[in-house]
C-alpha cells in the first residue's frame, strides 16, 4: 500500500475515535428519548410535569414527578448555599491575599476534597453529619435532606473556588494597580474591582456547580431516603431524581413496563436541566475570555 | 477603619478555608476511626456474607481491578486518537470545532445519565448483558472527555521544531507523530489517564443504573462475568441498618482510598521522572 493511501486510512480511524463523542451525545439523547416517548404514551405530559404524586412503585400509581424536582431542588439549595459564599472567599483569598506558598498547599488538599468518591460522602453524611445534628436539633430524622445538603456544598466547594480563582487571576494587573492608586484597600479592590470585573466567569463557576449538585446521586442516595415528597422542609425524608433511578435500578423491575421507563423519563428530565445550565455556563465563560482576549 | 475591616475580611476568608480543610480532616478521621480495626488480610481475601464481621471484599476488590483494567485498556486508545486529531489534524475546521465544544459539554453530563446510556446501548442493545464488559464499556465513555482534554494538552507541550525537524528529513505527518510526537507526549498522557481513572474508579452511580449486582459470591473470571465493586460494596453496606455493616462500610472504603492514593502516587511518580528528563 502507498504511503499517501496509509496516512489517509489513519487519518479517517483518528476522526472516526473523536467523532465518537457525538455518537455519544446522540446516543443519550436516542436512548432516552425512545423510552420517554414510550412512557408518555401512557403517561401525560401535564400529569408528568405537573402532577404533585409520585408513586409508580406502589399499587396506585401516580406519575407526577414535581417531588423529585423539588427533593432536587432542595438538595442543592442547600449544597449552594455552603459552597457559593465559602468557595467565593475561599477563591478571593487564595487570588488577592495568599502568598505563592499558602497556595502550592492549600490547592492540592483542595484537589483531594474534589476527588474523594462521592459514596464515601454518603457515608460521612449519614453516618457523622446527621447523627451530629441531632444533637441540636431533636425534630431531624435519620434521613433528610439537610445533612446530604451540607456535605454536597463541601464536595462542591473546590470546583466553585478553582474556576473562580482562575477567573480573578484573569482580571488584568493594571485594574488592580488602578484601584490601589486610587487608595483602595485590598478588601475594597477585591469586592469592588476584581469580583466584578471577574463576574460572567464567576458566574460561570456558580452555574457548573449547580448543575454538579442536580446530578450528584450517591450522597443523596444514601443520606436522603426514598420517600418523594412535595416539601420544603430539610428535616424530612425526601428523594431526589438521581436517588431514584437508583432506587428502581437496584431493584428487579422488568424491562418493558412502565415503572422501567419512568427511570428514562426522569434522566431525559435530569439531562436536560443539567445540559442547559451546561450550555449557559459555556457561553458564560466564551463571553469572559472575549473580554479580556 | 477601614484597615480593620480589610483585616475581618482576610480573616474571614482565610476561617473559611480553615473550615473546609477542617470538615475534610474530620471525614478522614472518622472513617480511619470506624474502619480501621476491622482491616485485615482476611478482610481483603473472603467473599461477603450475611454476618457482617465473617464478610470479605475480595470479590469487588477483583471486580473493581477487571473493569478499571478494561477502561483503560478501552479508553486510552480511543482517548490518545481522538486527541491526536483535534490536536494535529482538524485544528481549524468547523468540525473540530464542533466536537471540541461536544467533549466540553459531555464532560458535565451527570454519570448516572452514563449509567442509562450503558443500560440502554451496552446491556440491552449490544446484549452484553450486566457484565465486566456492559461496566468498561460505560466508564469508558464517562472517562473519555477527562482523557482527551489531557492529551491535547501534553500534545501541545511538544515544541514545533520537533515537527519541522521530523518533516525536514521527509518523515510523513504520521510517522512525525507516531515516532516523535507521541513518545515526547506519552508521561502527559499516562498522568491523565491515571488522573480519569482515579476518577472512575469510584463512580457508583453508572453501575448501579446499569445494573451491577450488589451481591455476588464470586470473583469475574472473564470479561463476561457479572461483576460488583468496591464503591457498590459500600454502598450496599452503608443501606443496611445495623452498625456492623457500616463497620465494613468504612474498612472497605479505606481500602478503596488506598488504591486511588497509590494510583495517585504513580501519576506523580511519572510526572516527576518526565520533568527531570526534560531538564537533563
Known sequence: MSTRALEWIIERLLFLCAALSVLTTAGIILVLAVETFEFLREVSVVEFLTGTEWTPLFANQRFGVLPLVVGTMLVSAIAMAVALPMGLLAAIYLSEYAPSAVRRIIKPVLEILAGVPTVVYGYFALTFVTPLLQQFLPSLSGFNALSPGL?????????????????????????????????????????????????????????????????????????????????????????????????VSLGDTPQGTIEYRTIFAVGMLLFLMTFGLNLISTWLREKFREEYA | MRKYGDLLFQIASMVTLVVALAALATLVYDIVSDGAGRLSLTFLTTFPSR??????????????????????????????????????????????????????????????????????????????????????????????????????????????????????????????????????????????????????????????????????????????????????????????????????????????????????????????????????
Do not use: C
Open chain 1, 151 to 247: 456535605v454536597m456544598g463541601l464536595m462542591i466547594l473546590p470546583l466553585v473556588s478553582s474556576l473562580s480563582e482562575d477567573a480573578m487571576r484573569a482580571v488584568p494587573r493594571g485594574l488592580r494597580e488602578g484601584s490601589y492608586a486610587l487608595g483602595a484597600t485590598r478588601m475594597q479592590t477585591a469586592l469592588k474591582v476584581v469580583v466584578p470585573a471577574a463576574f460572567s466567569g464567576i458566574t460561570a463557576a456558580f452555574i457548573l456547580a449547580v448543575s454538579r449538585a442536580v446530578g450528584e446521586t450517591m450522597i443523596v442516595a444514601i443520606a436522603a431516603g426514598q420517600q418523594p415528597r412535595l416539601t420544603s422542609n430539610p428535616f424530612v425524608p425526601i428523594e431526589t431524581m438521581t436517588a431514584y433511578i437508583v432506587q
Open chain 2, 51 to 280: 454476618k457482617a464481621e465473617e464478610a470479605g471484599v475480595y470479590h469487588a476488590l477483583m471486580g473493581t481491578i477487571w473493569v478499571i483494567g478494561l477502561t483503560a485498556a478501552l479508553a486510552l486508545p480511543i482517548g490518545v486518537a481522538a486527541a491526536i486529531y483535534l490536536e494535529e489534524y482538524g485544528t481549524r475546521s468547523r468540525i473540530a470545532r464542533f466536537i471540541e465544544l461536544n467533549i466540553a459539554n459531555l464532560a458535565a453530563v451527570p454519570s448516572i445519565i452514563y449509567g442509562l446510556l450503558g443500560l440502554g446501548l451496552f446491556v440491552r442493545l449490544m446484549g452484553m448483558g450486566q457484565s465486566v464488559m456492559a461496566g468498561a464499556s460505560t466508564l469508558a465513555l464517562l472517562a473519555l472527555p477527562v482523557v482527551i482534554l489531557s492529551t491535547r494538552e501534553a500534545l501541545r507541550t511538544v515544541p514545533s521544531s520537533i515537527r519541522e525537524g521530523s518533516y525536514a528529513l521527509g518523515a510523513t505527518k504520521w510517522q512525525t507523530i507516531w515516532h516523535q510526537v507521541l513518545p515526547m507526549a506519552l508521561p502527559g498522557v499516562l498522568t491523565g489517564l491515571i488522573l480519569a481513572l482515579s476518577r472512575a474508579i469510584g463512580e457508583t452511580a453508572p453501575l448501579i443504573t446499569i445494573g451491577a449486582l450488589t451481591y455476588i459470591p464470586f470473583a469475574p473470571d472473564s470479561v463476561w462475568s457479572k461483576f460488583t465493586v468496591l464503591p457498590i460494596q459500600v454502598f450496599n453496606w452503608v443501606s443496611r441498618p445495623q452498625a456492623e455493616f457500616h463497620t465494613n462500610a468504612a474498612a472497605a472504603i479505606l481500602v478503596l482510598l488506598a488504591l486511588l492514593l497509590s494510583m495517585n502516587a504513580v501519576a506523580i511518580i511519572v510526572r516527576d521522572r518526565y520533568q527531570r528528563q526534560e531538564r537533563a
